[in-house]
């Protein structure tokens, strides 16, 4: 057997620069490349290795490590899980800032290997600086955070077991079902000890990402209960994109005519006007789409796990004979709300169903309902995203207005917030892939960094970043980033001068306005942030603008300009799309000394007791 001497940190990065997927130009590295921010616990190691990859493994400098997580995130989210980036830090807070980002990745099923620097191995110089020391136990480290959080984690405290950890790192990643994030911890000696290495654990090797076959006695269950269904719904999920089966589901419902609504991972499965596209389902949904969940007596959950704000808090699937159906490569997706679970991947799943469905179509009562329900949410579309030059914008309006500016190639990003509601509601995508928001974590400072990631997956599309004042002053280093790169971003800024979306929940639940807006803050001055000038100082073409009018104007602009470019607009933090939504479960207190809590409770319990029924 050949060998070749390496340190353990060269034999990573030798490693993982030479695994490949498949990609329509043929085959491609799946790693697209590696985000760090050196330290003592990695720069000597790992950082040596990057500094000798050169371009087989390209190095991206951040400025905040959960950041810079966010961004390899948001590419392995837009390139569909079939690539993914590497992210590395010190031990320490270099380290732990990541913890946010791996829980992100964990909760939405997306591929990120973190490779954290660690407590020496051998202990020779223990503590060492930033190390965390536990009382009870020595064998612990901040890099145990990272455990609940990863789909696969290990410690390297010896070179040799990379031989087998860093296969099974590769197999995480590529594995439909249990992809997520990867936690390889390097012991910082470790990283550089040198080992005699067998050379053909460095031959290029080629991951094939699997599509699962759905089990043919399920298929039968399911053309069953759909030839025998009045009134089928689609509930399309991320596991659509992730198994690159948007035009198969789009032929199967032209097809069929069975009405599809989205979730807010499978958002932009189908194109807005499909015949067949009900919209955002859910607690931030249409109202047509709800409308359809609540009466249907099928329902077909395809690539979701049915997060509460999917099924409005398990309230909204309220038809008494409904049933309900699992489409997920995840078994524990599948089994969920004790469903009929067909564990196979979606695009494999609607091809098998068009082929025996052949002919059929659902029935065309149902069809006719769908099409008249969509038409007046078209209305309320229209009308809440129509600008009013006399009064503050709204964020549906400002939504209309880049929708309105924008074409089939725009992508939008965003995150937590009263933004993600919105946009599930009301952003119209023109083209797949076009919607591109982070909310199963609903991770505050996502948004630019998400952007960041997402443009440099799709360097071809424009990238659309909506974010709060709150979210943007959480998190915006990676606007520097951006422009450092010439990776251009336009950022809409919408100003409500606090958390207005969780402001509304406050009051809406009797409580009084409290500590969200910085006026119901505790406060000596109230700040006047220039938000525009902040921006400006990170490099970015910015401005501040006034109205709609203003906005659309600024659009021009910004389209013009050759760099990152970021509008601030004030907006009313009280109004929020009161057409659609759906019951969201949000305990309100059981005992309180105001009467507006109590009446809130009241009504609470009211609304829980009609659920039960």
Same mark, same amino acid.
């Given at each position: ?121 051998? !202990? ?38 990379? =031989? ?44 094939? =990402? ?56 499978? *958002? ?30 099928? =329902? ?41 679970? =067909? ?14 469905? !052949? ?45 309105? *500016? ?195 409770? *009241? ?11």
């Amino acid at each position: 057997m050949t060998r070749i001497s390496l340190t353990a940190a060269q034999a990573v990065i030798r490693y993982l620069a030479n695994q490949f997927v498949d990609s329509t130009d043929g085959p491609v590295r799946y790693f697209a490349g590696a985000w760090a921010i050196f330290g003592h616990g990695n720069v000597t190691g790992i950082g040596e290795a990057l500094a000798s990859a050169g371009d087989s493994l390209p190095t991206y400098r951040a400025h905040n490590e959960q950041a810079m997580a966010h961004a390899a995130i948001a590419y392995g989210k837009q390139m569909r899980r079939r690539r993914a980036m590497i992210c590395t830090t010190s031990i320490g807070p270099g380290a732990t800032n990541m913890v946010t980002a791996a829980a992100l990745a964990h909760v939405n099923r997306l591929p990120v290997l973190f490779l954290p620097g660690d407590v020496f191995a051998s !202990r020779r110089p223990d503590p060492v600086l930033q190390q965390v020391e536990s009382f009870a136990d020595g064998t612990v480290s901040a890099n145990d955070c990272f455990r609940p959080v990863s789909r696969y984690f290990d410690r390297i405290a010896r070179p040799e077991q990379l =031989i087998d950890a860093l296969p099974h790192a590769m197999a995480t990643l590529t594995d439909p079902a249990s992809c997520g994030p990867v936690t390889l911890a390097l012991c910082q000696d470790v990283q550089t000890e040198a080992f005699d290495w067998p050379e053909s654990l460095f031959r290029p090797r080629h991951w094939t =990402i699997r599509a699962p076959m759905p089990e043919p006695d399920d298929m039968d269950r399911l053309e069953g209960l759909l030839r025998a269904a009045d009134r089928p719904l689609i509930i399309a999920g991320g596991g659509v994109a992730y198994a690159e089966a948007d035009d198969a589901l789009a032929a199967f419902a032209a097809a069929t005519g069975i009405p599809v609504c989205e979730t807010q991972a499978g *958002k932009g499965s189908l194109v807005w006007d499909h015949p067949s596209n009900l919209g955002g389902v859910g607690v931030t949904g249409t109202s047509a789409a709800n409308q359809a969940a609540a009466e249907a007596d099928l =329902i077909i959950g395809i690539g979701t796990r049915l997060q509460d704000f999917t099924t409005g808090s398990r309230a909204l699937f309220a038809c008494p004979e409904s049933s309900l159906v699992q489409v997920n490569v995840a078994p524990y997706d599948a089994h969920k709300q004790d469903a009929l679970p =067909i564990v196979a991947d979606a695009g494999r799943v609607l091809t098998a169903l068009a082929e025996r469905l !052949r002919g059929w179509q659902a029935p065309t009562p149902w069809r006719a309902q769908s099409r008249d329900a969509m038409a007046l949410w078209n209305r309320d579309w229209e009308a809440a995203s129509e600008a009013d030059p006399a009064s503050l914008p709204s964020d549906a309006q400002a939504i209309g207005a880049l929708w309105r *500016k924008t074409g089939d190639d725009a992508l939008v990003v965003a995150a937590a917030g009263g933004l993600p509601g919105e946009l599930h509601k009301l952003w119209r995508v023109r083209r797949n892939g076009g919607y591109h928001v982070e909310y199963g974590y609903s991770c505050m400072g996502y948004e630019i960094a998400g952007g960041l990631g997402a443009k440099l997956a799709e360097p071809g599309r424009n990238v659309f970043v909506l974010v709060g004042d709150g979210s943007y002053l959480m998190m915006n280093s990676e606007l520097a980033t951006s422009v450092m790169l010439g990776v251009k971003l336009v950022v809409l800024l919408l100003d409500n001068r606090g958390f207005g979306c969780i402001n509304r929940l406050q009051q809406a639940s009797g409580g009084a306005a409290f500590n969200n807006l910085l006026a119901d803050s505790r406060h000596t001055t109230l700040p006047s942030i220039d938000f525009a000038a902040h921006a400006a100082s990170l490099g970015a073409t910015a401005e501040r603008v006034d109205g709609i009018a203003g906005l659309e104007q600024a659009l021009d602009r910004a389209a013009a300009s050759d760099r990152s470019y970021v509008i601030v607009l004030e907006t009313d933090p009280a109004i929020s799309t009161q057409a659609g939504g759906a019951w969201w479960d949000v305990p309100v207190a059981e005992v309180s000394e105001t009467a507006e809590v109590r009446a809130a409770r *009241k009504a609470y319990e009211a609304r829980r007791a009609r659920n039960s029924e």
